[in-house]
């Protein structure tokens, strides 16, 4: 067998926006938000199913499924390739757009349901260390859950460390098959439930037809470009930032001193890197990890460069 990368556009709406195979969606939406009892799905309905001729001229670094469960709950499932300004904000309008789009002018807002944005990032994104974050409207002193129907979910891809014998629930075999994809070439054993069992039998590339196949090597090919390019311009930025920090290390020092001015010429300096990377549309981690400057004082840095 030889699977697809699931992260990839083709491969990820065949997954989980497949009509005749929707019992993976139904798996994966149950482990991620650990629905039991009354609350579990049992059939959804998906809002924009696979359709090649549409995804082949498609974006290829946001992807997203919705759908709507038998209660009316909606859920907007995405898979965000690299970290984008505005990613937060998106999520939110994407959220508000699904909660007022399921009535009209005039209906009575208890026909409202809870809708449920799942975010499956390939990199990291929150400060904290686990590979999964919630997010609900809570009341800061209480921690009372104030308004209900809202709730977020992100798995941080980079974040999963576990190895295949060592996943010890559903949610975790689902985790490792989105990160782990492309490099296996056999279903693991212990895969028993059908919906996680259909998603590696519709991941197998062999099984694919040539147009999909095709659409599939010419997304892995564009976000390829896209990434080369990215890197370019980020090294210019980087080179650019290193001699501005230089130059004014060098003056502070005449000014100030030799000390002050080497500390302020680095502190510039990355500043200045980190300045010329925002614009030219870096993510805040890659950033961080570029300039040695905290996730804080980029973001401050990238809503400053704003103004």
């Known amino acids: 067998m030889k699977f697809a990368d699931i992260k990839n556009d083709v491969a990820f709406h065949k997954i989980f926006g497949s009509e005749d195979r929707k019992e993976s969606l139904i798996s994966f939406l149950n482990a991620t938000l650990q629905f039991e009892g009354q609350q579990r799905i049992k059939e ?31 859920y907007i499932v995405e898979m965000q390739v690299a970290d984008q300004d ?16 399921q009535i009209k002018r005039g209906d009575q807002y208890r026909k409202l349901n809870p809708v449920y944005f799942i975010g499956i990032l390939n990199f990291e994104y929150t400060e904290g260390k ?3 974050s919630r997010s609900q409207i809570v009341d800061v002193e209480t921690g009372e859950q104030t308004f ?3 709730e977020f979910t992100l798995i941080e891809l980079p974040k999963f460390k576990k190895k295949l014998n060592k996943l010890q629930n559903l949610f975790e075999k689902w985790v490792y098959f989105i990160k782990n994809s492309e490099n296996m070439t056999f279903i693991p054993e212990g ?31 564009h976000e390829e470009g896209r990434r080369a390019a990215m890197d370019k311009a980020m090294r210019k930025a980087m080179e650019v930032g290193k ?15 030799k000390i002050e001015g080497k500390i302020e010429g680095k502190i ?23 300039t040695g400057l905290s996730l804080t004082e980029v973001r401050a840095l990238r809503e400053k460069t704003k103004l």
């Not at 505005?86 to 789009?101: H, P, T």
């Not at 001699?243 to 001193?257: D, N, R, S």
């Not at 980190?274 to 950033?287: P, Y």
């Open 130 to 132: 686990n590979f999964i």
């Open 148 to 150: 209900k129907d809202v």
């Open 268 to 290: 510039e300096g990355k500043i200045e890197i980190a300045r010329n990377a925002i614009l030219e549309g870096a993510s805040d981690t890659f950033i961080v990890k570029i």
């Open 243 to 257: 001699i501005e920090g230089k130059i004014e290390g060098k003056i502070e020092g005449k000014i100030e001193g």
């Open 191 to 221: 895969v028993e439930d059908e919906g996680l069992k259909s998603a590696y039998e519709n991941a197998n590339q062999y099984m694919w037809s040539q147009a999909e196949l095709d659409a599939y090597d010419a997304l892995y090919i």
């Open 86 to 101: 505005g990613f937060d904000k998106r999520v939110l309008y994407y959220f508000a757009k699904a909660y007022s789009n």
């Open 44 to 74: 959804v309905a998906i809002v924009n199913p696979y359709q090649l001729p549409k995804l082949k001229s498609g974006k290829t670094t946001i992807v997203d499924v919705k759908a709507t469960d038998q209660t009316g709950r909606s």
